[in-house]
């Protein structure tokens, strides 16, 4: 049996970092040994580089089959593998159709399998009218479900309203599989000026806090009837994760995620037609990431997935109106070290970024038996990089599909330098 050893002074396991050798054999840790060990047909010593688990994104944006000129699985698992991410689930939108239906998910999975080069797992949809579908979706594999509070901006993915809810609550709630919610209340959102605008304040305000905060209090309402497991995606507002952590304080199963856009930007440094910048719910001022830095540190805030979103340079642009341009920010290959960036200015241990983004990610989706950390039996997805370097972000080498991001520019400090899926070595830097 041929067996690999990847050997560091900086392997993260058991919720530290530690000197020594992970062996690998077909395809899964075999043994965390000692740093000494070499018993290995080939041994890698990667000196103080980090060894980790691979990161498993929990929301990523594939678009393909039908936009896949957005991206697609060829060129988002690439960017994937170049940050370190060695699975990702894969949003029921922005694809034609969307993953409401098993038909749908089956035509995903199979353009996945001829193209991916990583881990591809399925969250499916729930949208008004197809809560029949839940059960057969559940049964076909997916990992969790997704849905909109507010218009999703896409047509065949419609959000929902508390009928809805009162309709699939009941029914996840018995599989026990978590409902991801964009919590964002209609009512409380404030429509485009004539003409739109450039203006970077304007669009922050037409998306309050209180949109979210609201929404979610909303949700935790509704669903204190069924029971179901929550998960809020995105959330960009202090104020919101207090919200949550009282739902859970009172026995509710919900949890929640931040992306790295928030944690990495703030609203006072985005220019007028900056439309780069552009998401839903917006990038909030120093005060709101400030917050959410603190909620992460605490655990209030579960977990770190990067929400990647990528469309068509001409739909991102738009001569920088903001009401115009898409809302979405492509960063699979840079959360690494986006989040790595700003957790070494917090003092946070590199230990806490396998928690954020590798423990916490396969919790939520059900892949924590075998995936999410360095331990014997776990499959060897694993990515090595240097915490110590840093690099300027230059969009030509960033791997998904159209290069737009407001990272452009950037310092950012973890420089990924290899990615190994179940073993095999899908990206070395060179």
């Known amino acids: 049996m041929s ?28 043994e965390v040994a000692a740093y000494e060990d070499r018993n290995a047909d080939r041994v890698i010593d990667f000196g103080e580089s980090v060894v980790m688990a691979g990161v498993v994104d929990t929301h990523v944006h594939v678009n393909e089959p039908g936009r896949t000129e957005w991206e697609g699985f060829a060129t988002a698992t690439r960017a994937a593998a170049a940050g370190g991410v060695t699975t990702i689930l894969d949003m029921p939108l922005n694809s034609v159709p969307a993953t409401t239906s098993v038909v749908a998910l089956r035509a995903k999975r199979k353009v996945a399998a001829a193209l991916a080069t990583v881990n591809v797992e399925f969250i499916g949809g729930v949208i008004p009218g197809n809560a029949g579908e839940i059960d057969a979706l559940c049964d076909a594999g997916v990992r969790a479900f997704k849905c909109f509070l507010s218009p999703s901006g896409v047509d065949e993915f419609p959000n929902v309203g508390e009928d809805d809810l009162r309709i699939a609550l009941p029914i996840l709630a018995r599989r026990g599989v978590p ?15 004539p003409g739109g605008s450039r ?41 919101s994760v207090s919200v949550i952590r009282e739902a859970r304080a009172g026995g509710m199963t919900i949890s929640c995620e931040t992306c790295p856009h928030y944690l990495t930007f703030a609203a006072e440094e985005i220019a007028d037609g900056a439309t780069e910048y552009k998401c839903a719910p917006p990038i909030r001022g120093r005060s709101e990431r400030d917050a959410l ?48 960036t700003g957790a070494r200015e917090h003092g946070v241990p590199v230990a806490a970024l396998a928690t954020w983004m590798c423990e916490q990610t396969s919790a939520l989706a059900g892949l924590s038996t075998h995936k ?18 840093c690099f300027r972000v230059e969009p030509a080498t960033l791997r998904h599909r159209h290069p737009i991001t407001p ?11 290899e990615t190994y899926v179940g073993g095999r070595c899908m990206f070395t830097r060179v």
């Open 199 to 239: 203006s970077y304040a304007t669009y922050l305000a037409s998306r309050p806090p209180e949109a979210e905060v609201e929404a979610i209090r909303f949700l935790v309402r509704v669903n204190a009837e069924y029971g179901a497991r929550l998960h809020i995606v995105h959330v960009s507002s202090g104020e």
């Open 407 to 417: 990272y452009a520019g950037r310092d950012l400090y973890g420089v990924v330098q």
């Open 293 to 340: 830095w603190r909620a992460l540190i605490a655990r209030d805030i579960q977990l770190v997935a990067s929400d990647h979103s990528p469309c068509p340079p001409a739909m991102k642009n738009s001569d920088g109106d903001f009401f115009a341009a898409w809302g979405g920010i492509a960063s699979l290959q840079l959360s690494l070290p986006a989040v790595w």
């Open 372 to 389: 999410g950390k360095i331990a014997p039996g776990f499959d060897a997805d694993l990515v090595v990089w240097n915490p110590d370097a």
């Open 179 to 193: 409902l991801l919610v964009h919590a964002e209340l209609p009512s409380l959102l404030r429509d485009a000026p």
């Open 3 to 30: 067996e690999l050893a990847l050997r560091s002074r900086r392997v993260v396991t058991g919720g530290e970092c530690v000197p020594a050798t992970v062996r690998v054999a077909e395809g899964r840790i075999s």
